[in-house]
């Protein structure tokens, strides 16, 4: 059984920092590219950031270019997401995502296993 279980959130104030992480078991990790994935009330989820399954390829959405950072540890079935100088604006749920394949893309059809999320609160 696959289990995909993303955690880091809570509340931060503004220019702050949380470390977000998604450890995935019941398949093979080194196989499968990842993402983070966030949603607010009343908005549909929203791509943030990818990392093929070397983790020598990524990508982050121009709105986090600059402050968050997309990483994995295969040896540890390990993914996290670097999220610096917090904003209000990134205030959401977030959501680790397992992709089909190797290589990842940018809606949620390519992603396949997803964590439960975590909430992100940035407020004074």
């Known amino acids: 059984q696959v289990q995909v279980a993303d955690s880091g959130g809570q509340l931060v104030q503004p220019g702050g920092s949380l470390r977000l992480s998604c450890i995935v078991s019941?398949?093979?990790?080194?196989?499968?590219?990842m993402a983070w994935f966030r949603q607010s009330p009343g908005k549909e989820r929203e791509f943030v950031a990818a990392?093929?399954?070397?983790?020598?390829?990524?990508y982050v959405e121009d709105f986090v270019k600059g402050r968050f950072t997309i990483s994995r540890d295969n040896a540890k079935s390990l993914g996290n997401l670097q999220m610096n100088n917090l904003k209000p604006d990134d205030t959401a749920v977030y959501y680790c995502?397992?992709?089909?394949?190797?290589?990842?893309?940018?809606?949620?059809?390519?992603?396949?296993?997803w964590g439960q999320g975590t909430q992100v609160t940035v407020s004074p």
């Open positions: 995502a397992v992709a089909r394949g190797t290589l990842y893309g940018y809606t949620v059809a390519f992603f396949q296993h």
């Open positions: 019941g398949l093979n990790f080194n196989s499968r590219a």
């Open positions: 990392i093929d399954s070397t983790g020598k390829t990524s």
